[in-house]
Nanobody
Framework: QVQLVESGGGLLQAGGSLRLSCAAS????????MGWFRQAPGKEREFVGY????????SYTDSVKGRFTISRDNAKNTVYLQMNSLKPEDTAVYYC????????????????WGQGTQVTVSS
């Protein structure tokens, strides 16, 4: 069992930066692939990016490439999402997810979810 708690969301203007954190409970954090998803009002939850267990493989959805960076600290049981050059279309609830598989690009591939943190970007 893994419990995930996100933090760092907020309201900011377009062009700004924000860093989300996701703290995981338990001693098996490094055995999970970690990912970030987001869900805007009226839309389905969508993939943002994921990072492999060692951090050696990172993948992003096209719309955030070059602006968002995922990292993890296995010693701190924490995964991060650094978001730069934010746009109004990035407005959503951002969710942290953990998966036992080899990739984490769809909501169905996640085994655990955090409660989500709201990110609102004004124009």
């Amino acid at each position: 069992q893994v419990q995930l708690v996100e933090s760092g969301g907020g309201l900011l203007q377009a062009g700004g930066s924000l860093r989300l954190s996701c703290a995981a409970s338990g001693r098996t954090f490094s055995s999970y692939i970690m990912g970030w998803f987001r869900q805007a009002p009226g839309k389905e939850r969508e993939f943002v990016g994921y990072i492999s267990r060692s951090g050696g493989i990172i993948s992003y959805t096209d719309s955030v490439k070059g602006r968002f960076t995922i990292s993890r600290d296995n010693a701190k049981n924490t995964v991060y999402l650094q978001m730069n050059s934010l746009k109004p279309e990035d407005t959503a609830v951002y969710y942290c997810a953990a998966g036992r598989g080899m990739i984490l690009t769809t909501p169905t591939s996640a085994d655990y979810w955090g409660q989500g943190t709201q990110v609102t970007v004004s124009s």
